[in-house]
T-cell receptor
Framework: GNSVTQMEGPVTLSEEAFLTINCTYT??????LFWYVQYPGEGLQLLLK?????DKGSNKGFEATYRKETTSFHLEKGSVQVSDSAVYFC??????????FGAGTRLTVKP | GAGVSQSPSNKVTEKGKDVELRCDPI?????LYWYRQSLGQGLEFLIY????????KSGLPSDRFSAERTGGSVSTLTIQRTQQEDSAVYLC????????????FGEGSRLTVL
């Protein structure tokens, strides 16, 4: 079946550190891939997405590249800020199907 | 408003009672989803409605859980004879018909079963 595996947290970084959150997927066909973010006390919101192989999604300094050969969609940011502290979810969706989420990775950025 | 609306935002109930959670999707979105997020856990898929098709109920954890979608818009998730393990945040999301586009989430309904 379709599933997503992301690195377990929590992750604690100092401000301006480099961030990588690993995400790999298992799916039949060609899913779209997403990263959602949940800030403290808020609902889930889309951070970025990619719809086909080699696409790069980017937003707010975050990037992720759809790698079909390694079935991965790792999230990266070159310099994190305290305001990036949140829970990050990797997700996939096949056409006309529901979205499947990873377990989430809690990121804490310390000043 | 323009977003997905859920009510109530918080619900505290006693074990054994029935509860109803409501979701009002974004206008024009024909796909609607329910997920459950337990404390410190990821999102667990519950049920998916797409237009007039039969819903995908494969994620419902037991027959105490059911959901309806009336008129292709508002949805109600019903939990009968609630148990303490049902305590969680229930999230609703909607999306445009078909495709593999993004889901838009509501703020969630936090359910606490005493």
């Amino acid at each position: 079946g379709n599933s997503v595996t992301q690195m377990e947290g929590p992750v604690t970084l100092s401000e301006e550190a480099f961030l990588t959150i690993n995400c790999t997927y298992t799916a039949t066909g060609y899913p779209s891939l997403f990263w959602y973010v949940q800030y403290p006390g808020e609902g889930l919101q889309l951070l970025l997405k990619a719809t086909k192989a080699d696409d790069k999604g980017s937003n707010k300094g975050f990037e992720a590249t759809y790698r079909k050969e390694t079935t991965s969609f790792h999230l990266e940011k070159g310099s994190v800020q305290v305001s990036d502290s949140a829970v990050y979810f990797c997700a996939l969706r096949r056409s006309n199907n529901d979205m499947r989420f990873g377990a989430g990775t809690r990121l804490t950025v310390k000043p | 408003g323009a977003g997905v609306s859920q009510s109530p935002s918080n619900k505290v109930t006693e074990k054994g009672k029935d509860v109803e959670l409501r979701c009002d999707p974004i206008s024009g979105h024909t796909a609607l989803y329910w997920y459950r997020q337990s404390l410190g856990q990821g999102l667990e898929f519950l049920i998916y409605f797409q237009g007039n098709s039969a819903p995908d109920k494969s994620g419902l954890p037991s027959d105490r859980f059911s959901a309806e979608r009336t008129g292709g818009s508002v949805s109600t998730l019903t939990i009968q004879r609630t148990q303490q393990e049902d305590s969680a945040v229930y999230l609703c999301a909607s999306s445009l018909a078909g495709g593999a586009g993004e889901l838009f989430f509501g703020e969630g309904s936090r359910l606490t079963v005493l």
